[in-house]
């Protein structure tokens, strides 16, 4: 299973979360930027938690 973000239409928001294999959506997390979001999938997938950014920059 990996986690994944989708943008939501009406609203400047993303949300992460999973599909189960049979399609169903599990959201985990809302955010107000693309940014948090990436960084919130990171960590989740087994990285740093950063958007973009090496470990410990």
Same mark, same amino acid.
């Given at each position: 299973m990996s986690y994944v973000y989708i943008r939501q239409?009406?609203?400047r928001l993303?949300? %992460?979360?999973?599909?189960?294999?049979n399609g169903d959506w599990?959201?985990?997390s809302d955010h107000g930027n693309r940014e948090?979001?990436?960084?919130? %999938?990171?960590?989740?997938?087994?990285g740093?938690?950063?958007a973009g950014k090496k470990a410990g920059a």
């Open positions: 239409r009406s609203e993303f949300t %992460v979360g999973f599909y189960e294999p599990n959201p985990e948090d979001a990436v960084a919130r %999938v990171n960590l989740l997938n087994g740093c938690g950063c």
